[in-house]
């Protein structure tokens, strides 16, 4: 894990992104391809989606100490959902979107999670607003970006039908007097729009 500092990216953190690995994940796991930082660069996501969960750390005062856990690792639902596959942070690292493209027969589903904090001062992962679900086929949250403040997510799914054809992507918005997450924006198809197939997306 790199820091930009004085015009140039630096091993400033002392290899505390090996102390997460070796401390807290299993080697089996295969992490590494789905990441997302807060932006001042303190809280880190990982997903693991072979083992179907999402672990959040905190980077510790001393850069010579390993990364702390933020509560208990949020596990997906099914174990070949591939929860996990792609994770986005919110800006202060308190809101979480997680992508499941493999659910189902493959249609997929977003959940997001927010961040509480228990009489004990330890922290809790809850979900935040109903789940966002795709169709058969759709591999919807191949791609998921969640806004500054977690209150909008965009998500791209890889197959409108499934014969692979097009990927698609919507926005929606968390509206905090109902508790629902609803679409904003129309479905976007990558054959009219631009040549995307749901695997990125960026807020």
């Known amino acids: 894990m790199l820091m930009y500092s004085d015009g140039k990216w630096n091993d400033d953190w002392n290899g505390t992104a090996h102390a997460v690995y070796k401390r807290y994940v299993n080697r089996s796991d295969i992490i590494g391809e789905a990441l997302s930082l807060s932006n001042d660069g303190n809280i880190l996501a990982i997903g693991s989606k072979h083992k179907n969960y999402v672990k959040i750390y905190q980077r510790p005062q001393n850069s010579n100490e390993e990364w702390i856990p933020i509560g208990t690792k949020i596990i ?4 070949n959902d591939f929860f996990g596959d792609n994770v986005s942070l919110s800006s202060d690292g308190m809101i979480i979107a997680v992508g499941a493209q493999k659910s189902g027969t493959n249609s997929g589903y977003v959940k997001v999670f927010k961040r509480y904090q228990n009489v004990n001062n330890s922290w809790t992962w809850e979900e935040y607003g109903n789940v966002l679900e795709g169709t058969s086929f759709e591999s919807f949250g191949a791609a998921v970006s969640l806004s500054n403040n977690g209150l909008t997510v965009a998500v791209g799914a890889r197959n409108t039908n499934k014969n692979n054809e097009d990927g698609t992507y919507g926005v929606y918005n968390f509206s905090v007097k109902i508790f629902d997450i609803k679409l904003i924006t129309p479905e976007l198809k990558s054959k009219i729009i631009l040549p995307f197939n749901g695997d990125k997306i960026t807020s």
């Open 76 to 79: 997906g639902g099914g174990i």
